[in-house]
């Protein structure tokens, strides 16, 4: 199996994750702006609520996603209120053609003192075991 990790961040809260992820798999966590340019089985995608969606810039990221590329994308990421982004990036997701998987990642993310020090080391690790499911 082949595998990107991309994420999406304005807190530093889903790079965290997306690095745990990462070294799990052996795959270097990039940002959404370094397109998928080798064949991929899976897409781990990192993202959060923003204003009650996912940013604008990650529609575009998965907007510009090659369907012979990716095989399918796995969702994960953390927010401080809203929880899954799941059915909004499946929904992009699908305009170009590529499966989400419905498993997913989620745990709570720091913000203005909210949910102080997630995600933390159980985080962490629950991700990491996560990833386990897909190699």
């Known amino acids: ?4 990790v991309r994420y999406y961040t304005k807190t ?3 790079k965290k994750l ?3 992820l990462a070294k799990e798999l052996g795959v270097e966590a990039l940002p959404i702006s370094e397109a998928v340019n080798e064949p991929v089985d899976i897409l781990f995608l990192g993202n959060s609520y923003y204003a009650f969606s996912i940013d604008p810039e990650v529609r575009q990221f998965i907007s510009l996603l090659d369907k ?3 095989g399918k994308i796995v969702n994960f990421g953390s927010a401080a209120m809203l929880n899954s982004t799941l059915k909004k990036v499946k ?3 699908e305009k170009v053609g590529i499966k989400t998987d419905d498993k997913e990642f989620h745990c709570k993310g720091e913000f203005k003192g909210l949910h102080k020090g997630r995600p933390n ?3 962490l690790k629950a991700i990491t075991e996560f990833a386990k499911q897909f190699k």
């Open 68 to 70: 012979s590329k990716v």
């Open 1 to 4: 199996m082949k595998y990107a």
């Open 91 to 93: 929904a992009e997701a």
């Open 12 to 14: 530093g809260n889903t």
């Open 18 to 20: 997306a690095e745990a």
């Open 121 to 123: 080391e159980d985080d």
